[in-house]
């Protein structure tokens, strides 16, 4: 019985943390501001951290990792948008679209795979004009 219930508590604690791993985070401005400094930590290649940025049809927006490791910053548009990220072949650590179609556009932050590996907090700053 108690084999069964740690088996049980394994797999709960496994299913949470896969769940929270794959939430979503809105980015929320601040009253007058039009930049936000998004964080979060990461513990290995494989981890993302996903964020939601709403723009209204014709803003620019840019993304610029601002930390201390290299991360690549994977950009999705809203449904029915067009927009295609320009990967080029480096880390994708900075973005810029202009005349942005309305709706929210996904970012999804992990490791730069072509660096060395790292374990800690990233920082970006996403800005909407």
């Known amino acids: 019985m108690q084999r069964c219930l740690g088996v049980g508590a394994i797999f709960a604690a496994v299913l949470f943390g896969a769940l929270r791993a794959s939430a979503q985070t809105r980015v929320r401005f601040k009253h007058g501001h039009s930049s936000?400094?998004?964080?979060?930590?990461?513990?290995?290649y494989h981890q993302k951290r996903?964020?939601?940025?709403?723009?209204r049809s014709g803003q620019t927006m840019a993304i610029r990792d601002i930390g201390h490791h290299a991360?690549?910053?994977?950009?999705?548009?809203?449904?029915?948008?067009?927009?295609?990220?320009?990967?080029?072949?480096?880390?994708?650590?900075?973005?810029?679209?202009?005349?942005?179609?309305?709706g929210d556009y996904k970012l999804t932050?992990?490791?730069?795979?072509?660096?060395?590996r790292w374990r800690g907090t990233f920082r970006v700053r996403a800005s909407v004009h």
């Not at 992990?110 to 060395?116: A, H, L, N």
């Open 109 to 116: 932050i992990q490791e730069c795979q072509k660096v060395d």
């Open 36 to 44: 936000a400094i998004l964080t979060g930590k990461l513990s290995n």
């Open 71 to 102: 991360v690549s910053i994977y950009v999705e548009g809203p449904p029915g948008s067009g927009y295609e990220q320009d990967l080029a072949a480096d880390c994708h650590g900075r973005t810029d679209i202009s005349a942005t179609a309305a």
């Open 50 to 55: 996903v964020f939601l940025v709403h723009v």
